[in-house]
């Protein structure tokens, strides 16, 4: 499966890959690695998604895999894993698949689990996986698929 037919599948879905809390930018993002980077086994748990950037070194699976790179003024690839730093009211940071890039804005697909789990008290629904446009900020950096992987 293509980035391209992967954003078209789920455009508008929520998607939880796991089961657990609902549809957050975690489960979209293991979706990717399953139908489009085809990784043959998951990343490691996390507790937040900047886990995936901060903590790339100690997991054995996720570093046999994927290749972990730190933003440094360069646009992050199409189809590569972004991952931003946590902010004032989001501790957890969050994850999401890069479908453009350029010096100033990033274009991705991503899906908000922390809007999931606040909507259902605040009586909004999840509206799934949608796209969005971030600059640099936050971002802490991004997953590439090994080759040979």
């Not at 054995?60 to 290749?67: G, W």
């Not at 790179?69 to 992050?76: G, H, N, R």
Request: hydrophobic letters at 35%; aromatic letters at 12%; a neutral charge.
């Amino acid at each position: 499966m293509t980035l391209k037919e992967f954003v078209e599948k789920y455009k508008g879905k929520p998607v939880d890959f796991d089961g657990q809390y609902g549809a957050q930018c975690v489960d979209l993002v293991r979706q990717y690695f399953k139908e489009v980077w085809q990784l043959p086994k998951q990343p490691e748990a996390v507790i937040g998604a900047q886990d995936f950037f901060f903590k790339h070194e100690s997991r054995p699976v996720q570093s046999q895999f994927c290749n972990c790179t730190v933003y440094a003024q360069e646009p992050p690839p199409v189809g590569s894993v972004v991952i931003f730093k946590s902010s004032g009211n989001n501790q957890y940071g969050h994850i999401a698949i890069c479908i453009e890039a350029d010096e100033s804005l990033i274009l991705v697909f991503e899906q908000d689990g922390i809007a999931n789990e606040k909507a259902l008290k605040e009586g909004r629904e999840q509206k799934g996986a949608y796209i969005k446009t971030w600059n640099y900020e936050r971002l802490a950096g991004w997953l590439t698929k090994k080759v040979g992987v």
